[in-house]
């Protein structure tokens, strides 16, 4: 079975520092993975995704992630954080429970950034 | 309007009220999904819908209805529902294909039962 596990519920970073946001997967087949970002009061929006193209994704807003295989781990980053970076960040593992699903997703807890001025 | 959009943003109703919650996607997509968002949880999928056939039910109480008129509305039917129900309901939707496909999502319906 798929699993997401997102170490560190809050992260504070600096303004201009580095972000990095934890997520390591579980997956019985080679898996699809996400980082949406959610901003309060408002629905999931698509940072990137891992499909297997290239192990280094970019996204937007500056954001990026890599696929490491061996770590089991998809952790995102950026290299200089900005103050509407303050939110909350999910990672989430696709799986396709049957030919007739859309494809089933498994989200990590999320975490939250605060971005200190 | 673009994307996934929800109707009302927020709900408040007492725990012997009958409501129902809207989404519709513009995306021209076959699944479309309802999402539980409470706090401290990872969201839980509650409902799919792929050519407006129900494909997946993980468990939900039967005081939440879904429906799926055609590809492009779905929703969810509320009635006598629990103070724990409160939580954020999220829509979302994606195209009916092979695994990898983007989740789209609506900005929610944040739901307080009373």
């Known amino acids: 079975a798929q699993s997401v596990t997102q170490l560190g519920s809050h992260v504070s970073v600096s303004e201009g520092a580095l972000v990095l946001l934890r997520c390591n997967y579980s997956s019985s087949v080679p898996p699809y993975l996400f980082w949406y970002v959610q901003y309060p009061n408002q629905g999931l929006q698509l940072l990137l995704k891992?499909?297997?193209?290239?192990?280094l994704v970019k996204g937007i807003n500056g954001f990026e992630a890599e696929f490491k295989k061996s770590e089991t781990s998809f952790h995102l980053t950026k290299p200089s954080a900005h103050m509407s970076d303050a939110a909350e960040y999910f990672c989430?593992?696709?799986?396709?429970?049957?030919?007739?699903?859309?494809?089933?997703?498994?989200f990590g807890t999320g975490t939250s950034l605060t971005v200190i001025p | 309007e673009t994307g996934v959009t929800q109707t009302p943003r927020h709900l408040v109703m007492g725990m012997t009220n009958k409501k129902s919650l809207k989404c519709e996607q513009h995306?021209?997509?076959?699944?479309m999904y309802w999402y539980k968002q409470s706090a401290k949880k990872p969201l839980e999928l509650m409902f799919v819908y792929s050519l407006e056939e129900r494909v997946e039910n993980n468990s939900v109480p039967s005081r939440f209805s879904p429906e799926c008129p055609n590809s492009s509305h779905l929703f969810l039917h509320l009635h006598t529902l629990q103070p724990e129900d409160s939580a954020l309901y999220l829509c979302a939707s994606s195209r009916r294909g092979g695994r990898g496909d983007t989740q789209y999502f609506g900005p929610g319906t944040r739901l307080t039962v009373l």
């Open positions: 995306l021209g997509h076959n699944a």
């Open positions: 891992y499909t297997s193209a290239a192990t």
């Open positions: 989430a593992v696709s799986d396709q429970a049957s030919s007739n699903t859309g494809n089933q997703f498994y």
